[in-house]
């Protein structure tokens, strides 16, 4: 007879041994997790980095999180969160650029708040001054005020306004030419004016870079960008500022978003961003050859969170699995019902559980290379700008431009499909976890409520796929004019061989075209290429508000193409083939789940698949890629390389040890001598308060009427 053993709490009894669970499998894994770590990072060398941070994060008193970052109030988050920033510029002092981004990339995943209120100045406030400032400008307001080291001075992002958000052109602070005084009044004309939502605003800022409309004798130039100073030296504020607070949010509380208005603030003239659109001392203004430019502050922005719903992908996914693979719950089909013994069935077992999860750790290996890969085209693109400008050449200027058109459809449609797709990883995986799930301490609630302004940042995410999804469709018209099309939109120039008399070809015609990944990219073109044809026939007729749902599908189609292209491309070109089987299934199962089983609608009623493979995709296609999947899945979750502090979660810590990790948790967190609370007065009180006679002196009872009666 054997007698259980006392570990950490004592048992009378054999209780669940998920930590056993989760090690069978981890050492039945056949690739190396450290080689596989290595290509979601992009190399070695990146990997290796990304592991080193990790460790000196978690080695940081300051830095290190735990669980208690669940408990901890709005005032407390900010408190932590200054002290927090105060540590990381320290390592801002002596890293490149290219190892503190990857550090904040990393903080963003265990504590967003500290990343986001740091990424508001060395972010956008100095890519806005880079992407809109002459070199000088930026050479002041960046390293000669020691804004880029956090010293100094500390920027903020002046453009949503209360009354507008995602039509910027529209914004209704005015910059208005003084030509006097050779200054720029800033003024909030009315109350819808107001800038709203300016991270940093209500307590850290300084300086703000302000979005306003440029007003010279009259006549309005549209909007354009300019530092205004907001706090003096002593950190007051400046005659004509008022800010506040706006409260309470969804998540990222220890941010200290606020609301400026400015009262006839006066500026210098060369306190206006003049890279493209100048301003004379006589009052003549040149306009950029591009509006849009002014707007490349933003690219940075749209690529780092790509990159965040890459890891986030990650976090969650390892998670829910890790918790899928320890948690058995009933006896399922691979169980003998007769055998009193038998186990009851491991969550991940159960072909549903696999078809709910697995799609997310393959969207997660799938990001990455598509975050990569724009990153990389974003430099690439900026730097080219820059020194275009810099030396004059207007060819080269041109060439940026049609660059840069490109690199907006494609970041936005990136940014806005990836951050839709995790948020409902997060809220998936947490439903996965059943009621744990929706404790705090298991990392879904507050990774929810932090991530899910990812979706708002910079517009609504449907008017940010909109706008990546009208070109598609006008680039359609421009080829039946003509012309031709470059850049990754290029595959649209077959539209003559998939429309008209082509509209009929079917592309994936059965279960194995679908598992083709490279037949399957060919039929998202096709998809495309259909929808946007019979879209612009549409808003030909219409308008092209009347399209807006086809372009949203347009700009998420085009997201997934683009994901896909790279991530095959990679495959293919990774020098690791050990890797290549794992990398294909995943490969194989984000095409049929994420992609085609989410938009079959569009895929038949274009004709680019048959209802026989439509079918086959459910009957058959998804179940088989997620049994071949499934063996994999401790390692494929492993490669991620996230430690337990980085996870977060007391259920997907790397042991697997679920209940004896979560009941530690809560009892550390929450002690179980404190068994009364702050409030158990009240609950006393009603639980003994006197009877209702008693309560009134027993003025009502029937002796006292007796006597009152006499």
């Known amino acids: 007879m054997s007698y259980p053993i006392t570990t950490k709490t004592v048992s009378l009894s054999k209780g669940p041994d998920p930590k056993s669970s989760i090690q069978v499998e981890r050492d039945a894994q056949k690739f190396n997790p450290q080689a596989m770590q290595y290509f979601l990072e992009g190399s070695k060398e990146r990997?290796?980095?990304?592991?080193?941070?990790?460790?000196?994060?978690?080695?940081?008193?300051?830095?290190?999180?735990?669980?208690?970052?669940?408990?901890?109030?709005?005032?407390?988050?900010?408190?932590?969160?200054?002290?927090?920033?105060n540590r990381v510029s320290r390592y801002l002092e002596s890293e490149s650029v290219e190892v503190f981004t990857k550090r904040l990339s990393l903080i963003g995943?265990?504590?967003?708040?500290?990343?986001?209120?740091?990424?508001?100045?060395?972010?956008?406030?100095?890519?806005?001054?880079?992407?809109?400032?002459?070199?000088?400008?930026?050479?002041?307001?960046?390293?000669?005020?020691?804004?880029?080291?956090?010293?100094?001075?500390?920027?903020?992002?002046?453009?949503?306004?209360?009354?507008?958000?995602?039509?910027?052109?529209?914004?209704?602070?005015?910059?208005?030419?003084?030509?006097?005084?050779?200054?720029?009044?800033?003024?909030?004309?009315?109350?819808?004016?107001?800038?709203?939502?300016?991270?940093?605003?209500?307590?850290?800022?300084?300086?703000t870079v302000c979005y306003a409309r440029l007003i010279v004798d009259g006549k309005d130039y549209g909007v354009k960008t300019f530092i205004v100073p907001l706090r003096d030296a002593n950190h007051d504020l400046m005659p004509g500022i008022s800010v506040g607070d706006i409260g309470a949010k969804m998540g990222r509380e220890g941010i200290d978003n606020g609301w400026i208005q400015f009262s006839q603030v006066r500026i210098p003239r060369f306190f206006m961003?003049?890279?493209?659109?100048?301003?004379?001392?006589?009052?003549?203004?040149?306009?950029?050859?591009?509006?849009?430019?002014?707007?490349?502050?933003?690219?940075?922005?749209?690529?780092m969170i790509v990159m965040d719903s890459y890891r986030m992908l990650a976090r969650v996914s390892t998670i829910a699995l890790r918790y899928a693979i320890g948690r058995r719950q009933f006896k399922g089909d691979n169980v003998d019902q007769d055998d009193e013994n038998a186990l009851e069935t491991q969550l991940l077992d159960y072909p549903l559980h696999q078809k709910r999860l697995l799609p997310y750790l393959a969207a997660a290996y799938v990001v990455s290379t598509g975050a990569l890969k724009i990153e990389k085209a974003s430099e690439d693109i900026l730097e080219y700008l820059d020194k275009a400008v810099a030396t004059g050449n207007h060819a080269g200027i041109m060439k940026s431009i049609e660059d840069m058109k490109s690199l907006f459809v494609d970041s936005a449609s990136l940014k806005a499909t990836c951050t839709w797709l995790g948020c409902e990883a997060i809220d998936e995986c947490r439903q996965a976890c059943g009621g744990h799930g929706y404790s705090n301490y298991n990392g879904f609630g507050r990774a929810y409520n932090d991530f899910a302004v990812q979706c708002s940042w910079e517009g609504?995410?449907?008017v940010l796929a909109i706008s990546s999804g009208k070109p598609i469709v006008r680039h359609i018209m421009g080829l039946e004019k003509g012309k031709t099309v470059k850049g990754s939109l290029d595959f649209l120039n077959q539209w003559k061989s998939y429309t008209g008399s082509g509209a009929s070809k079917v592309i994936l015609n059965n279960g194995n075209d679908i598992t083709d990944v490279k037949k399957f990219i060919k039929?998202?073109?096709?998809?495309?290429?259909?929808?946007?044809?019979?879209?612009?026939?549409?808003?030909?007729?219409?308008?092209?508000?009347?399209?807006?749902?086809?372009?949203?599908?347009?700009?998420?189609?085009?997201?997934?193409?683009?994901?896909?292209?790279?991530?095959?491309?990679?495959?293919?070109?990774?020098?690791?083939?050990?890797?290549?089987?794992?990398?294909?299934?995943?490969?194989?199962?984000?095409?049929a789940t994420v992609v085609l089983d989410k938009y079959s609608g569009i895929f038949l009623a274009y004709n680019v698949v048959s209802t026989t493979a439509i079918t086959d995709l459910a009957k058959s296609v998804i179940p088989s890629l997620c049994r071949q999947v499934r063996p994999n899945v401790v390692g494929l979750t492993d490669s991620f390389q996230l430690s337990?502090?980085?996870?977060?979660?007391?259920?997907?810590?790397?042991?697997?040890?679920?209940?004896?990790?979560?009941?530690?948790?809560?009892?550390?967190?929450?002690?179980?001598?404190?068994?009364?609370?702050?409030?158990?007065?009240?609950?006393?009180a009603m639980l003994n308060r006197p009877t209702i006679d008693e309560r009134?002196?027993?003025?009502?009872?029937?002796?006292t009427g007796e006597i009152l009666s006499k």
């Open 47 to 85: 990997g290796e980095l990304v592991k080193s941070l990790i460790q000196q994060m978690e080695r940081d008193p300051i830095l290190f999180t735990d669980g208690s970052y669940y408990d901890i109030t709005k005032t407390q988050q900010r408190e932590i969160t200054v002290v927090k920033i």
């Open 109 to 207: 995943l265990f504590d967003p708040q500290v990343c986001t209120r740091m990424m508001v100045n060395l972010g956008l406030f100095l890519n806005s001054i880079k992407g809109n400032g002459t070199e000088e400008q930026l050479k002041y307001w960046a390293f000669q005020k020691k804004t880029s080291q956090l010293n100094g001075m500390y920027g903020c992002f002046g453009m949503t306004e209360l009354a507008h958000g995602s039509n910027v052109a529209g914004c209704e602070t005015t910059a208005t030419f003084d030509r006097a005084s050779d200054e720029f009044v800033i003024n909030t004309p009315h109350i819808g004016a107001t800038k709203w939502w300016i991270g940093g605003a209500a307590h850290s800022s300084t300086h």
């Open 273 to 303: 961003l003049q890279k493209f659109c100048k301003v004379s001392r006589e009052g003549e203004v040149t306009l950029p050859p591009l509006e849009q430019l002014s707007y490349s502050a933003l690219i940075g922005g749209r690529v």
């Open 460 to 462: 609504d995410n449907n």
């Open 523 to 591: 039929a998202l073109e096709v998809a495309i290429i259909r929808m946007a044809y019979e879209t612009a026939k549409t808003a030909k007729k219409e308008t092209f508000d009347y399209v807006g749902a086809e372009l949203v599908s347009l700009s998420k189609l085009k997201a997934h193409h683009y994901l896909l292209s790279e991530y095959v491309r990679r495959v293919d070109t990774c020098g690791d083939y050990s890797l290549k089987p794992y990398l294909n299934d995943l490969g194989k199962l984000y095409a």
């Open 644 to 684: 337990d502090m980085m996870v977060n979660a007391a259920i997907g810590n790397y042991d697997g040890d679920i209940y004896e990790n979560y009941f530690d948790l809560v009892k550390q967190l929450n002690p179980p001598a404190k068994d009364k609370a702050p409030y158990s007065a009240a609950l006393e």
């Open 696 to 703: 009134e002196r027993f003025e009502k009872t029937m002796e």
